[in-house]
């Protein structure tokens, strides 16, 4: 196994990978309780169309979130329960771009492993068990349909793009997941976790030749293929609308601002774009910009409203957002002090404090076993080093932030969703 | 291994501290302990907010956030806590742990002192509290007690408690009422504050690498000018038995797309003389794990809900089951939730299902311990429950629960109030 030291931040991480083309890490954790286990597949919800063995194929939306769901099903029961009862803490998600599976557990972790890799890599569906699972998922969606932060994330992102996929919903729509069958099920499965496309993380006080004796002892020997994907015509970056806007039962509008960003979308490339968007979005509108003073002063905003920036899936984009009285007013002093810190920079004591305070908020992050497992395997299937993030961010500077402002926030480039009380909307 | 200690620092005013190296950041957090009021409530809520604007040497948010950023990023956040019918109000900051610095940094004295200040030397005008800063952060929290309805799975256990328990303190939110925080003003919050700082009791509570001693000095450096308490007396009033005409249901209408289900039980007999680790194993084994009676019957074999679960009060003796369901289908999922009840009241519990609960709470106790904000709230909930035994000895002893233990326990839980949130075209 490869070890790899990194002084600043005092971590390690061995790594290895199986015959099978499966990339294995351990990150050595002493002196705790738990130990955790992360088994990933780069397969998102926006991965509805793929090429595979030369063909191209087209699933409905919420294929990725619903295989994740079934496959706990095994032959000789349900795996969440199997691990539950053996001392682990088991779950999974789907994101637009992964869907992992993982458990902590502070006993029996090498049995609870075995579990793991055993019931995600060999699928096991029936009509019967499709059907059930189509009640609870539409139970689930229609959940998600009365939550604000989902709606109004929503029609920021079908705001902002007019093709990619991220502007459906993760679980796709009580409609769409009525075309899943047992059949959708298994191709997908075929494609997506063969371990070629995968990663496995394990951090915790564990023995890290013994986690890739187990993986090579339980996984499939054979390697597969990476499929191809489509996420549709290249995006413009102006945004598709400028405006979207909904009405919920909620207290006061709550509104997100967003804009398209260019740039690297692999390598360590994207890891520096993301850590120069960070660092941009926290100069601009985090708790210590005079932005958010001015708007906080005003009462234009409260302690809820964050700036973030995230990619997925062929995209990137800056978000801010909160809730507001006047979203378009936070909207219009959002714009001028982007333009603002494209045109002169951030005052340079500012940045070196909110630098400061980005490297502790990277370093915080790394007590958090979830967190790590989860940069290490997206970190892998993107093409970065995860654990080098605080060495980047060192070597960003004032400049690069505003070249950052004049490429992706211009204010033509952005569109804001609200969400808007239905007692407001009547009145 | 966390190595815990307990000392009174000063009367009424009690430090815990838990010393462990394995994490990267320490944290701290200072509550001020009365007994919920619905008179109050709202004005202690926004206490720590209002305090969190600035103090006499960082005077605005500018100057704390500056502060902040220098310190690595520390956080300094007010906390608002209700356990029982204890009302928990303070600050929670956590912050790199100095051996992660250059040296000299200091950030744990940096940050207590900074949290001392926010704390006891606040930005005042003739005595009072700063008109303005006060006013904002009434609205603010006005606009957060509203703002309860925007996640309706919350809303309607809220909903549930405030009709269930509303001649009792427990029926207060958290927050407050709304009509209580539009009355504030300065000078109401200014006596307040001077009441809570000199009457109530105060729980400290530190984790991470810094030996006891160094963490003593620092927090009794940054709160020296904190006044002398008696530490006077709370705890919740446990109210054993519901209504006996049977369990009183709430319906309300709103524009949603999925029903909300919640149900509010009395514990009753089993809180004459509480057994902790036996009621966390009960709940583990009726709705609060992935192998409970619930999770398996209502989600995975009737496909009624993508949700349902138990949670356990243990300080106020209540239990609440919630559920997002079709509107259709409340009484089907209420019928399977009221006869998993009965059958775990029954000693119906398999081996299989009692040992999954076992381990379910284990490892919850054991993995709280390996986050700091886990091993802050585990510890805080046995201070103000006082509950003598560690992490490790709760996880034995949870281990040791018997079946007749748990139907036991279940055989006196009561149903009090449902509440149903419906569509309004339902």
């Known amino acids: 196994m490869k070890l790899k030291s990194y002084e600043t931040i005092r971590e390690q991480a061995y790594s290895d990978r199986l015959p099978n083309g499966l990339p294995v890490f351990v990150v050595p954790k002493r002196g705790y309780n738990k130990s955790y286990a992360f088994f990933a597949t780069d397969y998102g919800s926006v991965d509805r169309r793929f090429k595979y063995g030369g063909k191209w194929l087209d699933t409905p939306e919420g294929v990725a979130h619903f295989l994740e769901h079934k496959m706990f099903d095994t032959k000789d029961g349900n795996a969440l329960t199997s691990l539950s009862a053996n001392g682990a803490s088991p779950n999974a998600f789907t994101s637009s771009d992964i869907t992992a599976y993982h458990f902590e557990s502070t006993e029996k972790f090498e049995e609870n492993l075995e579990i793991l890799l055993g019931f995600v890599s060999v699928p096991w569906f029936t009509p019967e068990s499709v059907r059930k699972e189509q009640g609870i998922i539409a139970q689930e969606i229609r959940m998600t349909e009365d939550s604000p932060d989902h709606a109004v994330y929503y029609g920021l992102m079908r705001a902002l793009f007019r093709h990619n996929p991220i502007r459906d919903s993760i679980a796709g729509t009580v409609e769409s997941i009525a075309e899943i069958t047992a059949d959708t099920l298994y191709s997908c499965h075929k494609v997506f976790y063969n371990p070629s496309n995968m990663a496995l993380c394990v951090a915790g006080d564990v023995d890290p030749e013994r986690i890739v004796a187990i993986a090579a002892g339980v996984l499939p020997g054979e390697p597969g293929e990476r499929p191809g994907r489509d996420y549709g015509p290249d995006e413009t970056k102006a945004p598709a609308s400028r405006e979207t806007a909904a009405v919920m039962e909620v207290s006061q509008p709550i509104f997100l601002i967003g804009a398209q960003a260019d740039g690297d979308r692999s390598g360590r490339g994207l890891l520096r774009l993301e850590l120069t968007g960070s660092l941009a979005l926290a100069l601009l509108a985090g708790r210590s910009s005079p932005l958010y003073m001015r708007l906080y002063e005003a009462g234009l905003i409260d302690s809820d409203f964050s700036a973030a920036f995230e990619s997925s899936s062929g995209v990137a984009y800056s978000v801010a957002g909160g809730s507001s009285r006047d979203p378009s007013a936070v909207l219009e002093e959002f714009k001028k002090a982007a333009a603002e810190l494209g045109a002169s920079g951030p005052d340079p004591e500012l940045f070196a404090r909110v630098k400061k305070a980005l490297t502790g908020s990277l370093l915080r992050a790394l007590n958090s076993f979830d967190r790590i497992c989860y940069n290490c395997a997206r970190g892998y299937f993107r093409g970065f080093d995860a654990f080098e993030s605080s060495d980047i961010l060192e070597s960003i500077t004032a400049d690069d932030v505003s070249g950052f402002a004049r490429a992706n926030l211009s204010p033509d480039d952005m569109a804001i969703s609200t969400i808007t009380p239905k007692k407001e909307a009547a009145n | ?426």
């Open chain 2, 1 to 426: 291994m966390s190595d815990v200690t307990r000392q009174i620092v000063a009367p009424g005013v009690t430090l815990t501290c838990a010393n462990t190296d394995k994490f990267k950041t320490g944290c701290m957090s200072v509550n001020l302990i009365t007994g919920l009021d619905r008179k109050t409530a709202a004005m202690s809520a926004l206490l720590p907010r209002a305090l969190r604007r600035g103090g006499a040497r960082h005077p605005d948010m500018r100057a704390v956030a500056d502060a902040l950023d220098e310190l690595y990023g520390a956080r300094i956040e007010p906390i608002v806590r209700k356990k029982g019918e204890m009302h928990c109000v303070g600050f929670f900051a956590d912050f790199i742990d100095d051996d992660f610095l250059p040296r000299g940094e200091n950030v744990l004295e940096k940050t207590a002192s900074l949290l001392g200040e926010l704390l006891l030397m606040p930005c005042t005008r003739g005595g009072l509290l700063l008109h303005d800063y006060v006013e904002g952060e009434r609205v603010n929290l006005i606009n957060d007690i509203r703002a309860g309805i925007n996640d309706k799975r919350v809303y309607a256990l809220d909903r549930l408690l405030e009709n269930m328990c509303s001649d009792e303190a427990f029926g207060t939110n958290r927050l407050g009422g709304e009509a209580a925080a539009r009355a504030v003003t300065a000078k109401a919050l200014t006596r307040h504050y001077q009441r809570l700082i000199s009457e109530s009791r105060i729980e400290i509570f530190y984790c991470g690498a810094a030996e006891q001693e160094r963490v003593a000095s620092a927090l009794t450096d940054a709160l020296s000018s904190l006044p002398g308490r008696g530490g006077g007396e709370t705890g919740s009033d446990v109210k054993l038995s519901p209504p006996s005409s049977g369990p009183r249901r709430f319906t309300e209408a709103l524009d949603v797309q999925q029903g909300k289900l919640a149900v509010g039980f009395r514990l009753g007999e089993c809180m004459k003389a509480p057994n902790y680790p036996a009621l966390m194993v009960f709940n583990a084994v009726f709705g609060g794990s992935v192998t409970s009676k619930l999770f398996l019957n209502v989600r995975e074999r009737l496909s009624l809900c993508y949700y349902a679960a138990s949670s356990v009060e243990k300080h106020k003796g209540i239990m609440t089951v919630s559920s997002g369901v079709d509107f259709s289908k409340f009484d089907d999922a209420l019928g399977e939730i009221y006869a998993q009840l009965d059958a775990v009241a029954a000693g119906d519990i398999s081996d299989w299902e009692l040992i999954s609960a076992k381990r379910a709470v284990i490892t919850s106790v054991k993995s709280a311990m390996d986050r700091p904000a886990g091993l802050e709230d585990l510890y805080f909930d046995h201070a103000v429950a006082s509950i003598k035994f560690a992490p490790d000895e709760l996880a034995a002893l949870a281990d040791s629960v018997t079946r007749e233990e748990v139907a036991s326990i279940a055989s006196g839980v009561r149903a009090d109030t449902e509440y149903f949130l419906t569509g309004e075209s339902a």
